[in-house]
């Protein structure tokens, strides 16, 4: 019974559903065979559930309809299955098991004759394939299920109360409509659900002289590929493998028999491939769910499908009746319009798009969850501002989100992967709106786990305008900026680097890395001054390209490490800064540096220093906070004029032994024999650091070094403000000593 099914006869254009077997519900269903055609027609309105081959259900019960033809539900390309009641008290809904161990094909034509008004549902565990000279008209509703319905418990809970419980265990094969099929007449609902691959095809048929939907875009459709759980009425409610069996408010010890377990297919997929660019798909309720992706096809437009997720963040909005859930990736190929498209011409819209993992996918677990999203390379999403909340994030084709004044915003979240904004990103004016067009504010936030990344490589961004100030958010353990973002208006971009929310654990170590020929633009850097959890972080800068602190302001700048609230726990510290490209900043602060900042390209040290710019007509202020537990090096070649402070560092340290308060112990830090040269082509001017007479330092204030300190004015005057401390020479090693002060004037 576990071996493969042996390969199965080709299904014959006449080819009619036999072997018919009444398992469950009234015993009142005749079926005839005339003309290429069976009729099925139930007795009663109580539920009927019909066996269509497999073993008989007792040794003694023969098949009651078309018990001499081929066993299985298949319906050939030239044959007819009609459901028919001669009056409306004498309709039922039928649940059509086929039990042979083979796909069910449907080739042909599946009816409702007469007075029937009751939904169909074809089960088989094995897969459906609908065809695409395939005709189903069933104005009551459709049910196209690939899992094994066989139990008698799912039977009852069918026949008592209306509702069908699905499993997938043991279920293979999917789900296919194909394209050229017409459902264009079924109404009431669709159901499709399967494990593996569900295929929804379909843009246009001929129906009844007119062209309409391939399917019927007011019927509500749901499509599930590996979720377990119960459909009733028009809706899918997903069960976790654990739970107690219950089927809305049917009791489970009512339904005891028949060993139901709601079982997940996982790693299934939907592909859905509706409409076209020329004739978007507007369905009135379209959910989908997969326990693994979702991925909509290129060609394939969604257009009037404003809900591809929930606008309400936790699903719960009844007005907004589509829904997606998946636990694997929603990947766009076609378009995805928030606004109102009229044929191929798309127009930009301010509309709100959601693009929110719900995480009601449970996947044979009681743990939600979250799927990603990926706009592919020939994907399109119009909208105003876009909200993305999932696994991961991904754009390769084209965000385009309208400006009519109030300018739109970019947001996403990866809980668990990474997030890559590739492909355009093109903010253009809606209606007569002909202004500067930009981003009021751009949030990227992987920062859930160890590990994540943040990449930009689009078309040049633009955050904010003149007089409308945007800001940009980027939190992560590691970011690769590969093109350029503009904060313009006077805001501000912010870093955070990713660290676990507890202070006494490691560091979680990331990259800051801007490339080549890009440019981070704003009025202030903000650069790991707080890490996410307030947590210990520790960010390597590799800056290839120009980083510009605009702001004029006395306390703008460029700022890379810090602490929370500025106490000494919790630090987003810097370890290295490195890197061929430059910085330009009124003030330039390097706080809870640990590694060294400088560019090594020979061994002669003045020419490995990391290019900083001065603003223009003004000077560069800048502190470094040096606390590493090594040797550190600080090599910079400042174009312009500089002043230079020790922030928070310690050339030496102080203790009183033990017992003997009288003395001080003077002590080497850990980041002894550090290396410190700055070069200016203008003026130098040193400053005191900020550790005075109290703690483990020297009584006073002073530029602390512990080490080489080497400072070169090549174009003007070198000015000392304050004495310069260094570690004792005595106890330095061979290189890492002296204090060197060179210029046209001292």
């Not at 810090?562 to 370890?575: I, L, M, N, T």
């Not at 703690?695 to 204030?701: A, D, E, P």
Request: glycine share 14%.
């Amino acid at each position: 019974a576990l071996a493969t099914p042996a390969a199965f006869a080709a299904v014959t254009a006449t080819q009619l559903p036999g072997v018919g077997y009444v398992v469950q519900g009234s015993t009142s269903v005749t079926g005839a065979v005339a003309n290429n055609t069976l009729t099925v027609n139930p007795a009663s309105t109580s539920p009927v559930v019909i066996q269509w081959g497999g073993s008989a259900p007792a040794a003694t019960v023969a098949p009651t309809i078309n018990g001499t033809g081929t066993a299985g539900f298949n319906i050939g390309a030239s044959a007819t299955v009609k459901f028919t009641a001669t009056k409306a008290s004498k309709t039922a809904p039928i649940l059509n098991i086929d039990a042979t161990g083979n796909p069910s094909m449907i080739l042909g034509t599946m009816t409702a004759a007469g007075s029937f008004a009751s939904p169909v549902y074809v089960a088989d565990a094995n897969g459906i394939v609908v065809g695409a000279g395939s005709v189903i008209n069933l104005p009551a509703g459709l049910g196209l299920i690939n899992a094994d319905e066989t139990s008698s418990q799912a039977q009852a809970v069918f026949t008592s109360g209306n509702a069908l419980p699905i499993s997938f265990q043991g279920a293979t094969g999917g789900v296919t409509i194909s394209a050229g099929a017409n459902l264009a007449s079924v109404g009431g609902f669709l159901l499709v659900a399967g494990a593996g691959n569900v295929n929804v095809a379909g843009a246009f048929v001929s129906n009844g002289g007119h062209t309409a939907y391939a399917i019927n875009d007011t019927t509500p459709v749901t499509v599930d590929a590996g979720v377990g759980g119960y459909f009733s009425g028009t809706t899918f409610t997903p069960q976790d493998y654990s739970a107690a069996q219950t089927f809305g408010s049917l009791s489970t010890t009512s339904y005891s028999a028949g060993g139901f377990v709601y079982q997940d297919a996982a790693n299934s997929a939907v592909n859905l491939n509706l409409g076209t660019t020329t004739s978007p798909y507007s369905a009135t309720s379209l959910s989908v769910l997969a326990d693994g992706n979702v991925n909509l096809a290129s060609g394939g437009d969604l257009t009037q499908v404003r809900n591809l997720t929930s606008s309400s963040v936790d699903g719960s909005d009844p007005s907004e009746p589509g829904t997606f859930d998946w636990s694997g990736m929603l990947t766009n190929n076609g378009v995805m319009d928030y606004g109102d498209q009229t044929g191929s011409t798309l127009i930009p819209t301010t509309a709100y798009a959601d693009i929110y993992a719900n995480g009601n996918i449970h996947a044979n677990t009681t743990i939600s969850q979250y799927g990603g999203f990926d706009n592919a390379t020939s994907g399109l999403v119009n909208a105003g501002s876009i909200y993305a909340y999932g696994n991961s994030f991904s754009n390769a084709g084209t965000l385009q989100m309208g400006d009519n004044g109030y300018h739109p915003y970019l947001s996403a979240t990866a809980t668990k992967g990474n997030i890559n904004l590739g492909g355009t990103v093109d903010v253009v004016g809606v209606g007569s709106y002909a202004g500067p067009t930009a981003l009021s504010y751009l949030y990227l936030d992987a920062a859930s786990t160890t590990g994540q990344s943040v990449t930009v490589n689009t078309t040049p961004l633009t955050v904010g305008t003149a007089g409308a100030s945007g800001y940009a958010e980027i939190a992560a353990t590691n970011v690769n900026l590969d093109s350029s973002l503009t904060v313009s208006g006077g805001g501000d971009f912010y870093f955070y680097p990713y660290s676990v929310d507890n202070a006494s654990a490691a560091p979680v170590s990331g990259s800051f890395v801007l490339a080549s020929g890009a440019t981070l633009s704003a009025q202030n850097l903000h650069l790991g001054t707080e890490s996410w959890n307030y947590g210990p972080a520790y960010t390597s800068y590799k800056i290839n390209g120009s980083m510009v602190a605009t702001g004029t302001a006395a306390s703008d700048g460029a700022f890379l490490g810090g602490s929370y609230y500025y106490s000494g726990d919790y630090k987003a510290s810097v370890f290295n800064v490195s890197g061929a490209g430059s910085i330009t900043a009124g003030n330039l602060t390097f706080t809870n540096l640990l590694g060294s900042v400088n560019n090594i390209t020979t061994g002669q040290i003045l020419a490995n220093g990391f290019q900083v710019n001065a603003p223009t007509g003004g000077a560069v202020n800048i502190s470094v906070d040096a606390v590493g537990s090594a040797p550190q090096g600080f090599n910079l070649n400042v174009n312009g004029n500089a002043t230079l402070n020790s922030g928070g560092t310690q050339a030496v340290l102080t203790q009183t032994p033990a017992g003997n308060p009288t003395y001080t112990q003077y002590l080497m830090p850990a980041n002894a024999n550090s290396n410190l040269v700055v070069q200016t082509s203008g003026n130098l001017t040193v400053n005191a650091g900020n550790l005075g007479s109290y703690g483990n330092t020297l009584s006073g204030y002073f530029f602390q070094w512990p080490g080489l300190v080497y400072l070169q004015a090549n174009g003007g005057q070198l000015t000392s403000t304050t004495a310069i401390a260094n570690a004792y020479a005595a106890q330095a090693s061979t290189g890492h000593a002296g204090v060197f002060l060179i210029g046209d004037n001292i």
